[in-house]
């Protein structure tokens, strides 16, 4: 909204206050974390990425030539890494609250089938 606002005070000639310099993001960690799944016997991750595209932080070859998750229906290729929400996804509604439904519902069944098989293999 800022560009909106300041694009305004522009055209309208309007006296407004010079605008407060952002402030630094001191939360983020200056390198990456690492974890070993396997030995904290983890076997699912939610990665909840908020309103843009940021793959930045796979460290894995899972994208493709145009940086976006190789998939299908949100599985992806590598073992245990899913995907809901992506615009697209399997359909127009993927990306939306309303319509992320179906296809977190697929992964939910394709998860519970692949630990299924897991244990019977067990």
Do not use: C
Not at 31 to 40: H, K, Q, S, T, V
Request: net charge negative; no cysteine.
């Amino acid at each position: 909204m800022k560009p909106k606002f300041d694009s305004y005070i522009a055209a309208t000639g309007m006296s407004a206050p010079e605008p407060e310099p952002p402030r630094k993001d001191d939360w983020l960690p200056t390198e990456p974390a690492r974890l070993n799944l396997d030995a904290a016997n983890i076997t699912s991750v939610l990665w909840a990425t908020g309103y843009r595209l940021d793959f930045s932080i796979l460290d894995i070859p899972v994208l493709d030539e145009w940086n976006y998750p190789r998939h299908h229906r949100g599985v992806t290729e590598h073992p245990s890494l899913y995907a809901v929400g992506l615009p697209w996804l399997t359909g127009h509604g993927s990306s939306i609250v309303a319509g992320v439904d179906r296809d977190a519902e697929y992964i939910a069944q394709h998860i519970a089938a692949k630990n299924a098989q897991d244990i019977a293999g067990r």
